[in-house]
């Protein structure tokens, strides 16, 4: 069965570093996500990329992130700077509308720790 | 504005008995959909059902089905037979048409412990 999946699992960085979260969706999928989830807390949309461009940001989501596909697979997350409050799960995913029907599956997401 | 609310913050049920995880819904847009996932303490969120503004019928997915009363704004969701693994968070999601993207408005979940 196809599943999003998202490398690295975990990562530790310094503040100020910048850090690149990867994904591959789904391979049939149009739309991709990311969002994030700070411990114990619910999981809160930052970036919807359709067509290759963002469809729509939060307000989570300033200049100090971006997100690019650079191939017809990858879809990435970077933070250029990061601060302790951007430790979190990130997760990637990916969805299409067809029919009435919508899908959005979500990797297993990238738990990020900033010290 | 587009709201999820959850109002249990745990539940508990016995093995092989349902359980219903309630879920309501705030939104003014007409189209929209409903979701559930399933995050276990491993942290992935395992997609379980989806139910469309415009569905007829309740949707049904092996021991999930959906309690979609678009009236009353619900979506509850109820798990039939529980299982053991079954033990986890469970949220409730709305996605919302804009300009072809369908982010997901999450509720803040209900951890669902189900005892032996």
């Known amino acids: 069965e196809p599943e999003v999946t998202q490398t690295p699992s975990h990562q530790v960085t310094q503040m100020g570093q910048e850090v690149i979260l990867r994904c591959v969706p789904i391979s049939n999928h149009l739309y991709f996500y990311w969002y994030r989830q700070i411990l114990g807390q619910k999981v809160e949309f930052l970036v919807s990329?359709?067509?290759?461009?963002?469809?729509?940001k939060s307000e989570i989501f300033d200049d100090q992130f971006s997100v690019e596909r650079p191939d017809g697979s990858n879809f990435t997350l970077k933070i250029r700077s990061t601060k302790l409050e951007d430790s979190a799960m990130y997760f990637c995913a990916s969805g299409f509308v067809a029919g009435g029907e919508e899908t959005q599956y979500f990797g297993p997401g990238t738990r990020l720790l900033v010290l | 504005a587009q709201k999820i609310t959850q109002t249990q913050p745990g539940m508990f049920v016995q093995e092989k008995e349902a359980v219903t995880l309630d879920c309501t819904y705030d939104?003014?847009?007409?189209?929209?959909?409903l979701f559930w996932y399933k995050q276990p303490s491993s942290g992935e969120m395992i997609f379980l059902i989806y139910q469309g503004s415009y569905d007829q019928q309740n949707a049904t997915e092996g021991r999930y089905s959906l309690n979609f009363q678009k009236a009353r704004k619900s979506a509850n969701l109820v798990i039939s037979a529980s299982q053991l693994g079954d033990s986890a968070m469970y949220f409730c999601a709305m996605s919302l048409t804009q300009g072809g993207s369908e982010k997901l408005v999450f509720g803040k979940g209900t951890k669902l412990t189900v005892n032996p």
């Open positions: 990329f359709y067509n290759n461009e963002i469809s729509e």
């Open positions: 939104t003014s847009d007409p189209s929209y959909g």
